[in-house]
Structures are given as C-alpha cells and as structure tokens.
C-alpha cells in the first residue's frame, strides 16, 4: 500500500517518495504518479527509502515507468532501495534498467 507519495520539484528532477508498501493495491496510483511525474518534469526520480515490500504488480508500474520515460525521452531512475526491495530489483533484473 502506499501510504503517502511526496513530491519534490527541483529545476533537474521530480523525485517521487512512495512509503509503505508497494502491492497490487498500489500500483495503479503508482503508475498515475509516474505517468503525471514524466509529463511535467525532465527527469524523474522514484526514490524508494521508505518502501518495505514491492511486489510485481508494482515492479511492473516502475517498469511501465521507465518505459514511458524512454519513449518520452524524459529520465528515470530508481534509487535507496533497501534490504527486501532491493533484492526483488536485482533478482528480476529491473535495477539494471533503472540505472541505465
């Protein structure tokens, strides 16, 4: 679930901070979240400190994120992945992508 998202707006980057956890109860605020991030921003920055689980439904929005970026040309990285949620990034290979 995510509990709170808050935004930061700089001149480089929009940083996202969702907290909680990242389920299928999340993603389609999570998907809506990026989406409206990458529309407004040159950059975008999903930085995950306070997340303690993400599940592939969630995954799958940072993916779609990061799809939509690419074909934007806007930038997206996922960053502070921690413990649990790191893991899942590395074992499906998404952190690759988000480093990229």
Known sequence: ????????????????????????NARDELHATIVEA???SPRVVVDLTDVTFIDSEALGALIDGYNAALASGTGFRVINAASAVARVLNVSGAQELFDS
């Open 38 to 40: 990458l529309s407004t």
């Open 1 to 24: 679930m995510v509990d709170s998202y808050r935004i930061d707006e700089g001149q480089a980057a929009t940083v996202l901070r969702p907290t909680g956890e990242l389920d299928i």
